[in-house]
Every structure is written in C-alpha cells, then in structure tokens.
C-alpha cells in the first residue's frame, strides 16, 4: 500500500536560518489561490455567455412566428420555435448553475485565505522570532570565544612572569588581576552565550512545533482545494452534457415533426384549403381594327345623331309563365299601319280559348310583343 505523501515529513532543511521549506508551502497557497481565482473568473465569464446566448436564442426565436405555413412544413416551424425556446431554457439554466459554481468557489477561495493568513502570520513571527535568536547566539557565542581567548592570553601572561626571576612584585600582581578579570569577562560570556542558546532552542521549538502544525493545516487546506477544484470542474462538464442532452432532445423532436413532413401531403392540403378552380379563362381572339371597320359599313343603321351604326339583335323575352324564352317578333316597319281595324271586326278573333292558362299565355305574349315595338320605335 502506498504511503500518503505528508507536508510534515517533506519541508524541513538541515540549516537553522532557512526558510525555504516555509517558502515553498506559502507559495503553494498563493498558487493555489491563483488557480481558484482564475477558475472563478471562468465560471463567471461562461455564466455571461450562456446567459447572453440564451437571449440571443429567445431573440432568434421570435424571428420564426409560424403562421404563414401550412401543413406539417409549419408544425416543424412552430416545433423549431419552440424547441429552439426549450435550448434557450437549457442554456439558461446551464449559466445559472455555473453562476452557482463560481460563488461556491469563491466563498471557499475567501475561508481558505483566511486560515492561510493566519497560519501564515504565526509562521512568520516563529520564523523571525527564531532568527533573532540564532544571530543573537551567534553574536553572544563569538564574544564568549573572544573572551576564552583573552583569558587564555592572560594565563600564559600571568604564567610566563610567575616564572621568570626577573619579574617584578608589582609586575606579578598586575598579570595575576588581568587573569582575574579576563576569567570574569570570559565567564560573563559564557553565561550570556548559553542563555541565548537555551533561548534559541526554545524559539526553535517553537517554530518546528508550528511549522509542523502549519505544514498539516496546509495539507488539509490543499487536500480540500484539490477535492473541491476537481469536483467544480466535474459539474462544469455535468453541466455542459446535461445542455448538449437537452438540446439533442429538442432537436429529436424537431426531427419526429420533420419525418411526418410530406411534400404531396403539404401541396393537396394547400390546395384543398386554397384552391379556386381547374377551368382556365378562354383564349382572348385577336379583332383586326380595319376588319371590324368594314363590318360595320356593310350593315348601316341611322344613329341618333345621323350617323349608322349596326343593328343589334334584340334581347329574348322572358316567358312569365315559367316556359323557354320567348323569341322577339320580326324587326318591324317604322311606317304606321294605313288601316285600323273596323269596330266590326273583333280584334282577338284569333285567339284560341282554349283554357284559361292558354289564354294568359296568349295575352302575355302580346303585351310582351307590343313592349318589343315601342322599342324598337325609339330606337
């Protein structure tokens, strides 16, 4: 089984004054942060996007009003409109989940900088906290040697006048008290110097013991940064295939309507709706201006006005009593009758009596022949 890689185990130098284990888990935090951030503004600029296409998708549309087609070609038209709507929805949705996902993140991006900041300070003050003792140590540890030396120097002093003959009293004792001071100064030092290593000890244990509890408030930090980054990049893709799913399934409608679409269906509904007829208007004869000129000259008649003008044939004459058309009588003389006749003679000697419905047949079609006269008398 493979061992779980530890910060704790990972970020030490042998060298008391470096920081670069520090420096480099620091820096991880703010990598990560980074690539948070980045990731945040992703989701916020395809949010804006899919929103924006989903109004322009609304926009396309209200373009399609489908009233102007008929048939199953236009119940695909109004299914692509609304279809497209559905697409328009789906996308909509898509940004405002991805919105959703770029808050998340951000709200964990802000918690993280915060316990990072906070780690972070108490690492440094550690840090520099140990440093000022290491180079106080050392400083303490360099005159504590420099005073071991100065000893050392005033005992061979002392020890080369104790046995030379030539040595004066006054000399003696003067090299004894410089061997008395210099062993006080030297142990002054000493005590200084091992006091500011006590203390350097404990700021160094201090600063191991937050290192450590800094490297594993890390390591979670960055475990959770991992697990949640991953997880909002998998919604993205969910995200993303739940709007393609959508959007293929508004287009499998589109095409069931399509497949029902038939060409010969569409034209006879057309026509049984709108259709007004199979007889075509007849063919319009060609009249030769000179043609009906001379036509007219061979059948004069006296105008109005003096001029000719052909004789038009008379109208028939509507049968009253529900039979054919009466036929109008000869084209008479302008000349009045020389005779009338005489009170003698009966004017309706001719007329069958037959049977009452005879009769008024009969006296129709007189009073019918005299309407045709008097016309025929004007004109």
Not at 198 to 224: I, P, V, Y
Not at 271 to 296: A, C, L, M
Not at 302 to 322: E, F, I, K, Y
Not at 341 to 354: C, G
Request: with cysteine; charged share 30%; net charge positive.
């Amino acid at each position: 089984m493979t061992k779980t890689p530890k910060f704790v185990e990972s970020f030490w130098d042998a060298d008391i004054t470096s920081t670069r284990g520090s420096d480099v888990i620091i820096r991880r935090m703010k990598e990560g942060r980074k690539v948070c951030k980045e990731l945040i503004e992703y989701l916020s600029e395809r949010a804006k996007a899919e929103a924006a296409f989903a109004k322009s998708l609304k926009h396309a549309a209200r373009k399609l009003e489908g009233t102007l087609e008929i048939g199953d070609l236009g119940s695909s038209i109004r299914a692509l409109k609304s279809e497209t709507e559905h697409i328009a929805t789906a996308h909509e949705t898509a940004g405002n989940d991805l919105s959703s996902l770029s808050i998340e993140l951000s709200n964990f991006n802000k918690e993280q900088e915060v316990i990072k900041s906070q780690k972070t300070d108490l690492l440094q003050r550690t840090t520099s906290n140990k440093s000022s003792c290491h180079s106080k140590t050392v400083t303490l540890r360099e005159k504590y040697m420099q005073k071991c030396r100065e000893r050392d120097t005033a005992d061979d002093v002392y020890a080369s006048a104790k046995k030379s003959v030539a040595t004066q009293t006054k000399d003696l004792m003067k090299a004894e008290k410089n061997k008395e001071k210099a062993f006080e100064s030297m142990k002054h030092a000493d005590t200084a110097y091992k006091s500011s290593v006590d203390t350097l000890e404990g700021a160094h244990r201090a600063w191991e013991s937050n290192m450590a509890e800094t490297c594993e408030a890390f390591q979670k930090m960055e475990e959770e940064r991992i697990y949640l980054t991953r997880n909002v990049m998998w919604k993205i893709t969910n995200v993303d295939s739940q709007a393609c799913v959508r959007q293929d399934n508004c287009a499998e409608k589109v095409r069931q309507v399509l497949e029902k679409c038939d060409i010969e269906t569409d034209l006879q509904t057309f026509i049984e709706n709108y259709g007004v007829g199979q007889t075509h208007p007849e063919k319009v004869p060609y009249i030769s201006y000179y043609e009906r000129k001379g036509s007219q000259s061979t059948q004069p008649t006296l105008s109005r006005s003096g001029g000719t003008r052909p004789r038009q044939p008379l109208p028939l004459v509507r049968n009253l009593s529900g039979g054919p058309p009466i036929s109008p009588p000869p084209t008479l003389s302008r000349e009045r009758p020389t005779r009338l006749p005489s009170d003698d003679e009966d004017a309706y000697a001719s007329i069958s009596t037959t049977t009452p419905g005879n009769r008024m047949a009969n006296v129709v079609r007189q009073h019918d022949a005299k309407i045709v006269v008097a016309a025929s008398e004007r004109l």
